[in-house]
């Protein structure tokens, strides 16, 4: 069917802002709340666990967790979410983005709960079920990228596109606010009630039994906000996109669409195509947009490489730069605290704010010219950082370091973390575009993956490994910095692979009016 005499999809573009497509942000974007929650809220608890679980008798040090356990709680989660960014991906343009959207919300309400109930009477079993249930976790997660992106492109408008789903996008910056919240308001009950010692003091003291029970309720929560929206997923319509150009149902989506946006849409009566159209691993595809695939998977890895690494070993950085006092200085539940503080604080400061600013202006600026200035003054503020380590590191220093380490995740946030989720929702073919989006968001987080195990290590100092016991001998933070810079510059690069959107229409981009010229309609 000729794509550009579908009334249904001219609406779509033409539609005024209404009820509906904030709506539909909410219920989407409560799943990227959900996601990031659950994916950084374990940032938060790592210490303690290493201090319940790996305390020696008689330490002279806390427990930390030992570096291949370490690995396997931090990689869990991104694991998981590479896995079903690529199956979701897939079987939300094989079955409809609706049919499974549901599910993926199902798995994180499980296995959240599950999570925090991680049994076992050796650390082994406490660790092996909780890895376990957070691959699970990750795997729901994965599927809420390329099906909420999706959803919300085929939704929106084309004048205001970006913004909605850049606001979808925002809500992983409340959901990661609102993880420093909680860890905050848990450890803060905990130490109140159960007063506690530094560990220096008292090691026995410094770790009360009840801590136990702090990560696994900072875990447990993030099952409420995605259960919360499971009833408003389930009904909401099918795109008409999907309904229209794949299912190839246009009198269904004009009904659909009809009720949505308040409108009498005729509906129309479609002839089948006798032409093939062509697939993901076709030379077609590959002319039409293997680059921009390739754009897209290349610096959604470059941003993941630097923005998973830094929120997840940024307690390491936190602590070298003498914002939070060495761990023999805390209390294990005040160790928590400290660190809740720490990442609220960067969150507000950096974090959100960035992608708000994305909101307010990727439809006026454009998606290429906010990636490649977000790229570019990652660079600038984490090379303002490294270089001259050694001043940050006094105490005296440490609001300036603070202030430019909140830069980096405004202009990642106000930059390529956003735009990378954005564009592959919009420049590709309907039956592919939730299959697209999913391979992107897949190769980047093999970037997270990469950066965030790879630096963990990396990070660690060169002469001695401090209170990490079992970690070897890495660069040190200053050339780990120096390194996330340079990555930072090759995303400025692999950025003119990727085409701009802004202002046009999802069938325009992907040249779907093209393809079907050779259809009719009878309306």
């Not at 959900?34 to 950084?40: C, E, K, P, R």
């Not at 989660?77 to 599910?103: E, H, M, P, S």
């Not at 992107?440 to 060169?462: C, M, N, Q, V």
Request: with cysteine; glycine share 10%; charged share 15%.
């Amino acid at each position: 069917m000729a794509t550009e005499k579908i009334g249904v999809l001219k609406a779509l573009d033409s539609a005024k802002v209404q009820l509906y497509h904030f709506t539909a942000i909410v219920i989407t974007g409560m799943g990227f709340f959900t996601d990031a929650y659950d994916i950084f809220c374990i940032s938060i608890v790592t210490k303690l666990l290493g201090r319940i679980y790996y305390t020696e008798a008689n330490p002279t040090v806390p427990g930390t967790l030992p570096p291949a356990v370490n690995s396997a709680v931090t990689a869990a989660t991104l694991c998981g979410t590479f896995a079903g960014q690529l199956f979701f991906g897939w079987l939300g343009d094989k079955l409809g983005r609706k049919r499974v959207y549901g599910v993926t919300l199902l798995l994180m309400v499980f296995c959240s709960i599950a999570s925090g109930l991680s049994f076992g009477k050796a650390p082994a079993g406490v660790i092996t079920t909780l890895c376990f249930f957070r691959f699970w976790l990750g795997f729901g997660i994965g599927g809420d990228y390329p099906l909420s992106a999706t959803i919300m492109s085929e939704y929106a408008n084309k004048r205001t596109r970006g913004a909605f789903i850049a606001a979808v996008f925002a809500m992983q910056g409340i959901g990661i606010l609102f993880g420093g919240i909680v860890g905050l308001t848990v450890a803060g009950a905990f130490n109140d009630k159960y007063k506690s010692v530094k560990f220096s003091t008292d090691s026995a003291k410094s770790l009360p039994p009840q801590a136990d029970y702090v990560w696994r309720i900072i875990l447990m929560v993030g099952a409420l906000p995605a259960a919360l929206t499971y009833y408003w997923r389930m009904k909401m319509p099918e795109t008409a996109r999907y309904t229209a150009l794949v299912a190839r149902n246009a009198k269904q989506a004009a009904a659909d669409m009809s009720m949505v946006l308040q409108v009498d849409l005729q509906p129309e009566m479609e002839v089948e195509t006798t032409q093939d159209s062509y697939s993901l691993f076709s030379m077609e595809f590959a002319k039409r947009h293997g680059c921009h695939l390739l754009g897209t998977a290349i610096c959604w890895f470059l941003v993941d490489v630097g923005y998973y690494s830094q929120n997840l070993f940024q307690k390491n950085i936190f602590t070298a730069v003498h914002w939070l006092p060495a761990a023999k200085e805390m209390s294990a539940i005040e160790e928590v605290y400290k660190i809740a503080r720490a990442q609220t604080l960067i969150a507000l400061c950096g974090t959100v704010p960035g992608y708000w600013f994305t909101v307010a202006f990727i439809d006026h600026m454009g998606r290429f010219a906010i990636q490649l200035m977000g790229f570019f003054f990652m660079s600038v503020f984490m090379f303002g950082i490294a270089i001259p380590y050694k001043h940050w590191t006094l105490s005296k220093n440490r609001i300036g370091f603070v202030v430019l380490y909140a830069f980096t995740f405004f202009f990642a946030n106000f930059g390529p973390n956003t735009t990378t989720f954005i564009v592959p929702a919009e420049i590709f073919p309907a039956r592919l575009r939730s299959t697209c989006h999913g391979i992107s968001a897949a190769t980047g987080k093999i970037g997270a993956i990469a950066g965030s195990l790879g630096f963990s290590y990396a990070s660690e100092d060169p002469l001695h490994s401090k209170d990490d016991k079992g970690y070897p001998r890495g660069i040190g933070i200053k050339k780990t910095l120096l390194i996330l810079a340079g990555v930072n510059l090759a995303g400025v690069l692999f950025t003119f692979l990727v085409p701009e959107s802004k202002g046009k229409s999802l069938e325009e981009l992907t040249g779907e009016n093209e393809e079907e010229m050779g259809e009719t309609i009878t309306v």
